[in-house]
T-cell receptor
Framework: SQQGEEDPQALSIQEGENATMNCSYK?????LQWYRQNSGRGLVHLIL?????REKHSGRLRVTLDTSKKSSSLLITASRAADTASYFC????????????FGKGTLLTVNP | DTGVSQDPRHKITKRGQNVTFRCDPI?????LYWYRQTLGQGPEFLTY????????KSRLLSDRFSAERPKGSFSTLEIQRTEQGDSAMYLC?????????????FGEGSRLTVL
């Protein structure tokens, strides 16, 4: 079963616009990660935010975490066509020591 | 290339045949994961190794699936008596032991098509 749920399932924007994706999860976490997957390829780690952090930046990426609401958001600023990909949030569900669980992902399309 | 490598990248097989996938993780990584991904879905956890020990296995994994990591380096995932529902991308990932859960490094995956 999926631990995280990304929202929206699909997002289409113009180059230069900002893209925001949300993730809700069910159980307490140590940290939350975001990954990107280009079509038919492997996944690439983007950013990790710890449970005691509220916001983190990396280049054009900004991640927030609200543990009281069990939710996270990923903001990509000044999007580029190369940002077109699926984005997944990853958490470790309760009851598992090792399993990292992916959501279904948000498919982002950036139109040139 | 010192990333995670998977072989073969594509496999087409007939129902009932056995298939084996191989994963070579980054050399310093002692943690290794297998995931399965179908079209339009996120990766689903299959199993986890720490060195050669298989420490967790998904209930999704039927008895037809087996994974090994005999010397704590490369890993194999075997599917016996394949079914059409096994058609998917099989992803391998590895990570450093320094932090839990740290960044996963993924291979490009092995795509299985069962006819």
């Amino acid at each position: 079963s999926q631990q995280g749920e990304e929202d929206p399932q699909a997002l289409s924007i113009q180059e230069g616009e900002n893209a925001t994706m949300n993730c809700s999860y069910k159980t307490s976490i140590n940290n939350l990660q975001w990954y990107r997957q280009n079509s038919g390829r492997g996944l690439v780690h983007l950013i990790l935010i710890r449970s005691n952090e509220r916001e983190k930046h990396s280049g054009r990426l900004r991640v927030t975490l609200d543990t009281s609401k069990k939710s996270s958001s990923l903001l990509i600023t000044a999007s580029r066509a190369a940002d077109t990909a699926s984005y997944f949030c990853v958490t470790r569900p309760g009851g598992s020591n090792y399993k990292l669980t992916f959501g279904k992902g948000t498919l982002l399309t950036v139109n040139p | 290339d010192t990333g995670v490598s998977q072989d073969p990248r594509h496999k087409i097989t007939k129902r009932g045949q056995n298939v084996t996938f191989r994963c070579d993780p980054i050399s310093e990584h002692n943690r290794l994961y297998w995931y399965r991904q179908t079209l339009g879905q996120g990766p689903e956890f299959l199993t986890y190794f720490q060195n050669e020990a298989q420490l967790e296995k998904s209930r999704l994994l039927s008895d037809r699936f087996s994974a090994e990591r005999p010397k704590g380096s490369f890993s194999t995932l075997e599917i016996q008596r394949t079914e059409q529902g096994d058609s998917a991308m099989y992803l391998c990932a590895s990570r450093y032991p320094r932090e839990y859960p740290g960044e996963l490094f993924f291979g490009e995956g092995s795509r299985l098509t069962v006819l």
